[in-house]
T-cell receptor, first 112, second 107 residues
Framework: DSGVTQTPKHLITATGQRVTLRCSPRSGDLSVYWYQQSLDQGLQFLIQYYNGEERAKGNILERFSAQQFPDLHSELNLSSLELGDSALYFC???????????FGPGTRLTVT | GIQVEQSPPDLILQEGANSTLRCNFSDSVNNLQWFHQNPWGQLINLFYIPSGTKQNGRLSATTVATERYSLLYISSSQTTDSGVYFCAVVNNNDMRFGAGTRLTVKP
């Protein structure tokens, strides 16, 4: 157990809908990261937050957004969902930006 | 952006054998991590190793940053070592993963 929690574990929704994925970092970690793993694109970095502020952006679509709250948990919002958004979404945390990261169990999103 | 290449893409071993997995990267990196993704999809942190050598039980890793590669050694492999091994590098405030090495250890 990495200490990073993610909810829900599975999510099935329809095209055009909006979903929110939630992540709680390990105790004491200030940085939170979001990643997408799909069969065709592999593992991709989406976005990083540090102590509530956005620190780095990767291949995150404009339809996707994230935030980190004062209690350090983070949410990833995916809107106008398309079939191609079906993937495993991971959250990770670390004490600071780009320190050693620990991954949560992931949320499997299926868009039908 | 930085390119990350892992080799071999697939590896099949008999239990007890040793193996070496390689990760090449095309530019300087701020840090490098090795992960194991088990058959249930969980990503497990193996090493945080921007340079030098580290060991943890049957696993060890070496990163030669000046030559832009890292190696992961697995000795006396066990069936529980099966899964996909990823290296990930940080460069220019971005993290990139290799495509992974799929390891199958047969009893």
């Amino acid at each position: 157990d990495s200490g990073v929690t993610q909810t829900p574990k599975h999510l099935i929704t329809a095209t055009g809908q909006r979903v929110t994925l939630r992540c709680s970092p390990r105790s004491g970690d200030l940085s939170v990261y979001w990643y997408q793993q799909s069969l065709d694109q592999g593992l991709q970095f989406l976005i990083q937050y540090y102590n509530g502020e956005e620190r780095a952006k990767g291949n995150i679509l404009e339809r996707f957004s994230a935030q980190q709250f004062p209690d350090l948990h983070s949410e990833l919002n995916l809107s106008s969902l398309e079939l191609g958004d079906s993937a495993l979404y991971f959250c990770a945390s670390s004490p600071g930006p780009w320190y050693e990261q620990y991954f949560g169990p992931g949320t499997r999103l299926t868009v039908t | 952006g930085i390119q990350v290449e892992q080799s071999p893409p697939d590896l099949i071993l008999q239990e007890g054998a040793n193996s070496t997995l390689r990760c090449n990267f095309s530019d300087s990196v701020n840090n490098l991590q090795w992960f194991h993704q088990n058959p249930w999809g969980q990503l497990i942190n193996l090493f945080y190793i921007p340079s030098g050598t580290k060991q943890n039980g049957r696993l060890s890793a070496t990163t030669v940053a000046t030559e832009r590669y890292s190696l992961l050694y697995i000795s006396s492999s066990q069936t529980t070592d099966s899964g996909v091994y990823f290296c990930a590098v940080v460069n220019n405030n971005d993290m990139r993963f290799g495509a992974g090495t799929r390891l199958t250890v047969k009893p």
